[in-house]
């Protein structure tokens, strides 16, 4: 039986709404009487067969759903190696075909037109309110779930310990240079915040992505340059290792089962990303990009040892 949810959908659409993020929280409501997988472009591994992996992914689907917008539309890769494999699927009865319009496009001239939508195309997600929005992904989410059911294809994932035992290694040696490189970033910015404190002589209490941003201007050339070197850890390793973290529990749903904590370690990865994508790329005023406690989902503490601890179990 069929177990992945194939979701297409193009990066500059979701650059601003998150449709992709959002749509992925309402069907993971419904993971404990929906069990599957997602599947989407970016589990693609770098130079990896691309038609294989599509081919693959629509093998094992039951349901493929498109998010469409002007990017969707635009974009060449959907265009040249994802809607080739997707509509003839769909043609032949191999998967069952959801079209969300979320953004205004010219959809009567695309091939898409013959097929039918979910929502209508000239009232697309963007042009309605947030509750609005969020009412259509629901409805989606809620329609998917009954047509699967009548199709009879609701089955468990396999919750094999020796399946997750390789994820959960992998887990385990992210996290691990995660905590590595987030100590040099703490030990670098007190040091960068020390020696401005110093030299402009400051007595003001503030966290580092504050501070960082209220006197970069004042900085001097050997300051700029620790500053760019907490910045790169950030741009290159934290946000590297974040997402592959998150990759690997998305992949590997059933981790959450084992290990109950690994689901808020989603949440504050998911924050982390998005804070990273909207707010961190967009301001070189920022050498840190921080998610705790004030955003309502601080890092689990402890997760580091629940991994490490499971993996000691497993293996005996």
């Known amino acids: 039986m069929s177990k992945k949810i194939f979701i297409s959908y193009s990066h500059t659409d979701n650059e601003?709404?998150?449709?992709?993020?959002?749509?992925?929280?309402?069907?993971?409501?419904?993971?404990?009487?929906?069990?599957?997988?997602?599947?989407?472009?970016?589990?693609?591994?770098?130079?990896?067969?691309?038609?294989?992996?599509?081919?693959?992914a629509l093998s094992e689907s039951a349901v493929a759903i498109l998010l469409v917008?002007?990017?969707?539309?635009?974009?060449?890769?959907?265009?040249?190696?994802?809607?080739?494999?997707?509509?003839?699927?769909?043609?032949k009865n191999r998967v069952r075909?959801?079209?969300?319009?979320?953004?205004?496009?010219?959809?009567?001239?695309?091939?898409?037109?013959?097929?039918?939508?979910?929502?209508?195309?000239?009232?697309?997600?963007?042009s309605l309110t947030d509750p609005m929005q969020n009412q259509w992904l629901n409805n989606l989410v809620v329609t998917i779930r009954k047509d699967l059911e009548n199709i009879e294809v609701l089955e468990a994932i396999p919750n094999s310990t020796i399946d997750l035992i390789e994820p959960m290694q992998n887990l385990k040696d992210h996290l691990e240079v995660t905590k590595t490189t987030l100590i040099t970033i703490l030990?670098?910015?007190?040091?960068?915040?020390?020696?401005?404190?110093?030299?402009?002589?400051?007595?003001?209490?503030?966290?580092?992505?504050?501070f960082f941003l209220r006197y970069y201007d004042l900085m001097n050339e050997e300051e700029h340059f620790q500053f760019d070197q907490i910045r790169a850890l950030t741009e290159g390793v934290m946000f590297g290792e974040n997402n592959s973290i998150l990759q690997i529990i998305e992949q590997n749903r059933t981790l959450r089962d084992e290990l109950p904590i690994i689901g808020a370690l989603k949440t504050h990865l998911i924050i982390w990303l998005n804070k990273y994508k909207l707010v961190f790329s967009k301001n070189k005023k920022m050498a840190v990009c921080f998610t705790g406690v004030e955003d309502g989902v601080p890092f689990p503490l402890g997760v580091d040892e629940q991994v490490e601890n499971w993996l000691k179990i497993h293996r005996e």
Request: with cysteine.
């Open 16 to 56: 601003t709404h998150l449709w992709l993020e959002r749509l992925k929280g309402f069907l993971d409501a419904v993971q404990d009487q929906l069990p599957f997988r997602i599947w989407e472009d970016t589990m693609i591994p770098n130079g990896g067969d691309w038609r294989k992996s599509i081919n693959d």
């Open 69 to 91: 917008g002007q990017g969707f539309l635009a974009s060449r890769f959907i265009k040249e190696k994802e809607l080739p494999e997707v509509l003839p699927a769909k043609d």
């Open 97 to 126: 075909l959801y079209i969300l319009y979320v953004g205004f496009c010219p959809w009567q001239y695309s091939v898409l037109e013959p097929y039918e939508a979910f929502n209508d195309p000239d009232k697309p997600l963007e």
């Open 187 to 210: 030990n670098r910015s007190q040091n960068l915040l020390r020696s401005v404190q110093r030299r402009l002589e400051i007595d003001e209490h503030l966290q580092y992505e504050q």
